[in-house]
């Protein structure tokens, strides 16, 4: 029987921790270090889903606003801080998406994402790269039926409805996407935790 060596959290998730502890003892100064650390990902991520420049700065502005005024009610036991920045900034830019004069993605600002990131440009880079050939990786429909989650924010019935499959069939697509993409980003996760 193998025997895992326990998974040591990076230093950057424990700098994020404390940085969250301190930004719910509402020091200021402390949201600018987590908006330095993480706001270049994120506007990439907005870019992505909104294909606006201008609408996802203002996507990436509202998560740091909600984390400001949410940040007593973060719970690190539930989720690190990059996954619950991730999953505000996923909520703001859908809502912004679907507002009336939204707007849709389009693959070229995916291209150009990371043109305006800085110093962690090539990191981010480089993981959206291994997140990208991961995914190309999954089976046709699995692939879609994920991206169609995450990108378009489509729920299980318009899913149903968009691709002609069963509520219990895109649900299976589902879950055995994200398990092979667990797997094949297994080192990308521990990175992130």
């Known amino acids: 029987m193998a025997i895992e060596t326990p998974v040591r959290p990076s230093s950057s ?18 949201l600018g270090e987590l908006y330095d650390r993480h706001a270049p ?25 909600d984390l400001w005024s949410q940040a007593d009610r973060f719970d690190a036991a539930r989720v690190s801080v990059p996954t619950w920045l991730v999953l505000v900034l996923r909520s703001r830019a859908l809502d912004r998406r679907r507002s009336p004069g939204g707007r849709p993605t389009t693959t070229a600002v995916a291209q150009k994402e ?53 509520r219990e069939t895109v649900r299976n697509l589902a879950l055995a996407g994200l398990k092979a993409l667990r797997r094949g980003l297994r080192d990308e996760i521990r990175e992130l935790i």
């Open 13 to 30: 998730a424990v700098d994020d921790l404390a940085l969250a502890r301190r930004l719910a003892d509402r020091r200021p100064e402390t």
């Open 41 to 65: 990902a994120l506007l990439g991520i907005a870019r992505r889903i909104l294909g606006d420049a201008g609408e996802a700065e203002a996507a990436v502005q509202e998560t740091f606003l």
């Open 114 to 166: 990371t043109a305006t990131l800085g110093a962690d440009g090539a990191a981010f880079e480089r993981r959206r790269q291994r997140v990208l050939a991961a995914l190309a990786e999954l089976p046709a429909a699995q692939r879609q039926v994920l991206e169609l989650i995450f990108w378009e924010g489509l729920s299980r019935g318009e899913l149903e409805e968009r691709l002609g499959l069963t």
